[in-house]
C-alpha cells in the first residue's frame, strides 16, 4: 500500500475516527484504525465492538492495499508533521513508513484480518434531518441520562419518529429532558434506545450546519448516522423503554416566565453549597412577581431574589440546583417558562410548542 | 468590617493572593486569605510560610475592621457574583455577610489572631528592573530547576547581582539555564536562592509590561517583590549555590546555525518515542550543511533532516530530546547557535551576548 493525503486531510479524518477508537480495552486490535485503499478511496475505520466510524480520506493512492496502525501514535506522527503531504507507505511484515517533506518514522502495523469490520447495513429508507437539528437535539437532551446504571436503558437516549415528527429523550429516574423536531417528510414510525457514549461521539462529528444532512438508518439492532464522507453505526441497547409520555402533564396551578440569565447565574451560585457527598437542595418561594431562591449547607447559606411573571398560586418547593441548572443552560430562549402543580410534584421548564420539555422532581426540605 | 468594591477589582486582587494559598496543608488557618480593613486601605494577604502576598484593593472602607475568610470559597462566591459593587460586611462571631445586588451570601470567617503576618522588610536599597524583564527571565530558566530533589538547592533559582547585571540560573544536574539582563544602574553585589515555587508565581504575577516596574529587597533570609499594588515574600533557600562559571566553556570544535522552528519542531516529532520510563536518545549527527536527527524505541523509529550553517568538525551526539527542546522553546531568536566539543561534552545553545546560556549534558548511544 503506497497513499499521500495533505497532513490537515489527514488530521480531519483521524479526529472523526479517533472517537470510536477506546481509550482502555483487553483486545488490543481495537487500538487500531483500519486503512483500507484496497479501491478507489482511502477509508480509515475504527471499531470499539459497540460502535463504529468509516470515513472517507481526501488523498491519492498511488499502490492498493491496506493495514491496521495503532490509532494514538499514527494521530501523534501525523499532528507533529510539517503542513505538507504525508505519504504512507507499507513494506513486508507491516513494516509501515510516514514520511512527510524530511521527516521519516518508522512504525509496525498489525494484521488486518484481526480487526472487524463494521457490521452491513442495508441502507433503505432514511429518515433525513440536518446535522445542526440532530446536533442540537442530542446536546439539549443528553444530559439528563444516567452515566452508570445497572439499568442500561437509563444509560441511552430514546429516539422516537412518528409521523413528521422526531423525538429525543434522556432521564436518569430523577428528570426527563425532551426535544421534539418537526422533519420535512412523513415517515414510518421507529423506535430506538441509543447508547450515551454513541449520542455523544456523533454529537462531536456532526458539523453543526443547517446546509448539511444526515440520514438515520435503522436495523433491529442498530442504527447508522450517514453524513458527508463518513459514517457511523452503532448497536442499540434491547428493552423496552419507559412509557414517558404518561410521566408528563399539563396541568400546573403556578405558572411563572423568569429570564433564563437571570435564573440560570442564580441558580450557579447555589451550587457552591451543595456536593454530590453533601446534596442540599435549593428551596424556591414563588412570589407575585418575585422568586426567591435560598440554600443552606454547614459551610454556609445563600439566599437571592429573581423577577418573575407569575400566574397562579404562591409556592414553596426544593430542588437539586444541578437538576435545574442542566436543563436552563441548554436552552436557547431568553425568556423560559416553568410550570409547577404543588411541592411534591415535578415541574416542567418547557415552550408553548413544547419543543422541549424538562420535567425535574422536587426534593423534600426544611 | 463594612467594605465595597467591584466584583472585577476584588477578583483581580483575590487572583493574585490565592498564589500563595495553598492546596493542600495541615494548618487550616493557611487556606484563608486576612482582609485587612483597618486604616485607610483595604488589603488581601495570604501566606503559606514560605512565600507570602499582600495586595491593595481598589474599593471603599465603610466601616474599619478585618476578618479572615476562607479563600476558596471567598474567590468561588466573588467569582459568580453579577458585574456590580460587592459589599462584605462582618458582624458577631465572624458571622460574614456578601452582598450584590439581590445576591446575599452568609458565611463563617476565622478569628484573624492565627493568621501570620507576613515578615517585616526593611524596605532599602531596592534592584530595580522592569516587570517585563523579570517575568521573562524566569520563563526562560524555570524549567531547568529540579522539581522534587534531595538538594533542596536545586529546587531553586540562584539570582546574582554584579555591578550593573543580574543572572538568574536554574539547573537540575542534567543542564543548566542562565539568563542574564543588564540593568539601568550600578547595584552592590547580591546573591539569592529562591525556591522554584517563589519564581513560578511571581512569574504570574508579574504584568509583563516593560513599562511597570519591580523592585527587589534583600535580607539574609527572604527577598520581597514590590509592585504597584502588590507585595510578594518568600523565604530564601539556605546554602551555597553551585560555582556555575566553573560549568561553563567557551571552547568548541563544532558550531551550528539552526533555525529555531525547524528544529524545535523535529525535536518535538522525536518526543513520541521517548517516555519517562523509556528514556531513549536524540542521537545528532552533525554534517557540513545538515544534521541529521535519529531516534530509535521499540514502538518503532524516526529521522529528520535540518538545514545548517556549520564551522568546524562533523560529529555525532546523543541528548535526552526533552531537554533540548525545553531550551529552544524558551528563546526568542529565530536564528539559534549551537557549540559542540566532542560527543562526551555538553553542548551550549547561547546568542553572541551570552544574554542567555543553555548548557546540557549528552547522553550514551549505540
Do not use: I, L, R
Given at each position: 500500500m503506497k497513499i499521500t493525503a495533505p497532513k490537515q486531510e489527514l488530521l480531519k479524518s483521524l479526529g472523526i475516527v479517533m472517537r470510536a477508537v477506546p481509550s482502555r480495552t483487553t483486545m488490543s486490535i481495537l487500538y487500531c484504525i483500519l486503512i483500507d485503499a484496497t479501491v478507489d478511496t482511502i477509508r480509515f475505520t475504527s471499531n470499539d465492538m459497540e460502535m463504529g466510524i468509516e470515513t472517507v480520506v481526501n488523498g491519492s493512492i498511488e499502490e492498493r492495499g491496506l493495514i491496521c496502525l495503532d490509532a494514538k501514535m499514527f494521530y501523534e506522527i501525523i499532528r507533529k508533521m510539517p503542513e505538507s503531504d504525508v505519504t504512507i507507505e507499507v513494506g513486508s511484515n507491516y513494516q509501515t513508513t510516514i514520511s512527510c517533506e524530511k521527516s521519516v518514522f518508522h512504525i509496525v502495523g498489525k494484521d488486518t484480518t484481526e480487526f472487524s469490520p463494521l457490521p452491513s447495513i442495508d441502507r433503505k429508507d432514511p429518515v433525513i434531518l440536518t446535522q445542526f437539528q440532530l446536533r442540537e437535539m442530542i446536546r439539549q437532551t443528553i444530559f439528563s441520562i444516567s452515566m452508570n446504571d445497572a439499568n442500561k436503558i437509563l444509560t441511552g437516549e430514546f429516539l422516537q419518529i412518528r409521523e413528521n415528527e422526531i423525538r429525543l429523550v434522556g432521564l436518569d429516574g430523577h428528570r426527563i429532558a425532551i426535544r421534539r423536531v418537526i422533519l420535512d417528510a412523513v415517515y414510518e414510525n421507529r423506535e430506538a434506545i441509543i447508547p450515551g457514549k454513541t449520542m455523544n461521539e456523533i454529537g462531536k462529528i456532526l458539523t453543526g450546519e443547517t446546509e448539511d444532512e444526515v440520514k438515520l438508518y435503522f436495523t433491529k439492532n442498530h442504527v447508522l448516522f450517514e453524513m458527508n464522507q463518513t459514517t457511523m453505526v452503532s448497536r442499540l441497547i434491547e428493552g423496552t423503554y419507559f412509557r414517558v409520555d404518561q410521566m408528563l402533564?399539563?396541568?400546573?396551578e403556578t405558572k411563572i416566565s423568569v429570564r433564563k440569565s437571570e435564573l440560570s447565574s442564580a441558580v450557579d451560585r447555589a451550587l457552591l453549597f451543595t456536593s454530590e457527598a453533601d446534596k442540599r437542595p435549593l428551596v424556591m418561594t414563588v412570589g407575585t412577581d418575585t422568586m426567591n431562591l435560598r440554600i443552606t449547607s454547614p459551610m454556609g447559606s445563600m439566599s437571592d431574589d429573581v423577577e418573575i411573571a407569575m400566574e397562579g398560586k404562591e409556592l414553596k418547593i426544593g430542588f437539586n440546583p444541578k437538576f435545574i441548572l442542566d436543563a436552563i443552560r441548554v436552552i436557547d430562549d431568553e425568556e423560559i417558562l416553568i410550570y409547577f402543580l404543588n411541592s411534591k410534584a415535578p415541574c416542567f421548564i418547557r415552550d408553548e410548542a413544547q419543543s422541549y420539555i424538562y420535567m425535574v422532581l422536587p426534593v423534600n426540605f426544611v
Open positions: 402533564s399539563n396541568d400546573f
